[in-house]
């Protein structure tokens, strides 16, 4: 075993022994027909399954739930509503096992270049290595940098939330602008919404993403220059979104406040390119640094969680990255059976690969979880929505499912009429906190009932007796009900999993988005992809470039599609920009 391969064990508790640890993914033969005959076994099996409802699994085995559940931490998932029994789980480990699972896990964790496309490691667990052991890329321990920067932007964050960090004019900083776009945005505003009884009174926090002036208006009109910190994140630093809101901003204070000189106590930068930092305009001193090893969607534990970090301290960020560790030590040790993301991911694999699934939602019954589907779109979408594997080869089978969701009760006012009645199969999370921040308890519980009735209505469906029954109850007579019965009938057998949290905390909800990032990496594994680049979002970027300079160009363009063409001739002239198109093209 390798050195890097021992201290990737070490930093998870684990001590590398006689126990066989296999450290190598050998793509051979006999890989690949494992791998098959794994996936064979399923199909197989998947016939067998697909006839059985949950409701009669349940009632002829009250272990199930016993069975069924896993807990780390404070995190308890109940899998036991799933279209499966104990065979499907083992016969889904085994595809795991076959796709070489435990091998790419030890490989991301000590660091190898995974992301085979873009030669880089993917180290977002390095971020959060609590453990003192040294992780090695290219053959440097790149612990140094990442606890130096930890340290950094902890005595920055201290220094404004203590008001010892002041605006040009004096004024204690009351307001802070995350200005960054995918990752640079999205997991900094959930965690700070999740996070939000934990924030300093007194301290707001803002989001700039989309370009959309009216968007970046909203947030600036409300703002004191004097009193506001802008933090512009970027891995890049060249984003266009990001750059003009930045740009953007800039003017806005500079308009409000003159001196060039006073930018640098109100702009900071998050960024792996201090070239470009510079360039921007802010003093490097006030940039924090990440790698190319974190990509930007697994990019919140590093210094894109500045904002974090303001808003609710060092040391609740501390607790926060020891969440996310303590589900990176499950991940690594736990049984392949018992181990969460790995259980997610399968059961993910199975309802989409076999049970043709489209998509998944993700339904937190938490207020302060509003926008963890948002978050968890760009997590798996941008990982495992692709079409071709690791070796450049088509993928045979279905990849990421489209994943969407919303806040659970809003939710039962608006779509679950399709989870519960349409004829498509959506295998859902409901994800929920025993207890609430909120004084109102009665609300919570009454929030709870809900979360817990829906997963048992999904499951048990209503038959055509206990429909009749129902409306024999209310005095009717089920006769006369004629044709509307059927319309009351539930077919249930729904799958769901539900993830109960004891509390929302920094700890916990860092456990939260570990799981899911495993549960993505998991999936990219048992796919063959490579789940750390996004080549597919290039190709409209460049476009888009190529047509803003034709809204000001000479003549419409003539170079793309007809219906581009005529689209943009058509913005052009309602824009001002001409007064008769010539491109009316067809
Ligand atoms: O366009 C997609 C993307 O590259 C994401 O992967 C990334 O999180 C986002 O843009 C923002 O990139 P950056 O942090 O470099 O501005």
């Not at 934990?198 to 301290?203: A, E, T």
């Not at 933090?231 to 979104?241: D, L, N, P, Y």
């Not at 993910?348 to 979880?369: C, I, K, M, R, T």
């Not at 680049?533 to 190529?546: I, S």
């Amino acid at each position: 075993m390798t050195e890097q391969a021992r201290n990737a064990l070490q930093w998870c508790g684990i001590r590398p022994g006689a126990e066989e640890v296999r450290d190598e993914r050998a793509e051979t033969a006999e890989s690949r027909v494992a791998m098959r005959d794994a996936m064979t076994a399923l199909m197989q099996h998947y016939r067998d399954i697909e006839p059985l409802q949950m409701r009669d699994l349940f009632a002829r085995d009250p272990q199930r739930f016993d069975r069924f559940s896993v807990e780390a931490g404070d995190l308890l998932l109940d899998f036991s509503k799933n279209r499966i029994t104990d065979e499907t789980v083992s016969l889904l480990v085994q595809l795991a096992e076959a796709a070489g699972v435990p091998e790419m896990r030890l490989a991301m964790f000590r660091g190898d270049k995974i992301n085979n496309t873009e030669q880089r490691a993917v180290l977002h667990t390095a971020l959060r290595n609590r453990s003192g052991s040294p992780v090695l890329v290219d053959g440097q321990d790149v612990m140094s940098g990442v606890n130096r920067e930890i340290a950094r932007m902890g005595a920055f964050a201290e220094r404004v939330r203590s008001g010892e960090w002041r605006g040009f004019s004096g004024k204690r900083i009351t307001d802070v602008v995350n200005i960054g776009i995918g990752g640079s945005d999205l997991g900094p505003k959930m965690v700070c919404e999740a996070l939000e009884p934990f924030i300093q009174p007194g301290l707001a926090l803002h989001f700039i993403s989309n370009v959309d002036g009216i968007a970046t208006e909203e947030v600036l009109s409300a703002l004191d220059p004097e009193t506001t910190l802008f933090i512009v994140a970027s891995k890049t630093f060249t984003t266009q979104e990001t750059m003009t809101n930045a740009a953007t901003a800039r003017e806005w204070f500079l308009s409000r406040c003159g001196d060039e000189s006073r930018i640098a106590k109100h702009f900071v930068a998050v960024s792996t390119n201090s070239e470009a930092v510079a360039d921007f305009g802010i003093d490097v001193d006030n940039m924090f640094v990440f790698w190319d090893w974190v990509g930007g969607r697994f990019s919140l534990w590093s210094a894109i969680g500045l904002p974090i970090m303001i808003a609710i301290g060092e040391q609740h960020f501390s607790e926060l990255l020891d969440g996310a560790h303590a589900m990176d030590c499950h991940f690594m040790a736990a049984p392949l059976e018992e181990n969460m993301p790995v259980l997610l991911a399968l059961l993910g694999v199975w309802y989409q690969n076999y049970f043709g699934a489209e998509s998944h939602a993700v339904l937190p019954y938490d207020h302060h979880l509003r926008s963890l589907p948002a978050y968890l779109q760009q997590l798996d979408m941008e990982s495992n929505g692709k079409s071709v594997d690791r070796d450049g080869q088509p993928v045979l089978t279905t990849t990421s499912p489209v994943l969407w969701g919303a806040t659970g009760i809003n939710g039962q006012h608006a779509f679950y009429q399709l989870l519960h009645q349409g004829s498509r199969l959506v295998p859902a999370d409901f994800i929920a906190t025993a207890e609430t921040h909120s004084g109102l308890r009665h609300h919570h519980d009454i929030m709870m009932s809900n979360f817990f009735s829906q997963t048992e209505a999904l499951m048990r469906g209503r038959t055509l007796a206990e429909t009749e029954g129902a409306i024999a109850e209310t005095g009717q007579d089920p006769a006369d009900a004629g044709h509307r019965v059927n319309h009351m009938i539930f077919e249930g057998n729904r799958p769901t999993n539900t993830l109960l949290l004891r509390k929302m905390t920094p700890r916990n909800l860092g456990m939260l988005i570990a799981l899911y990032e495993h549960k993505i990496f998991v999936q990219g594994v048992i796919w063959n992809l490579n789940s750390f680049d996004q080549w597919g979002v290039e190709l409209g970027k460049q476009l888009a470039r190529t047509i803003l300079d034709e809204f000001d160009a000479q003549a419409s363009p003539a170079t793309h599609d007809a219906s581009t063409n005529n689209l943009i001739s058509r913005y052009r002239r309602m824009t001002g920009r001409e007064d008769l198109a010539p491109g009316e093209r067809h």
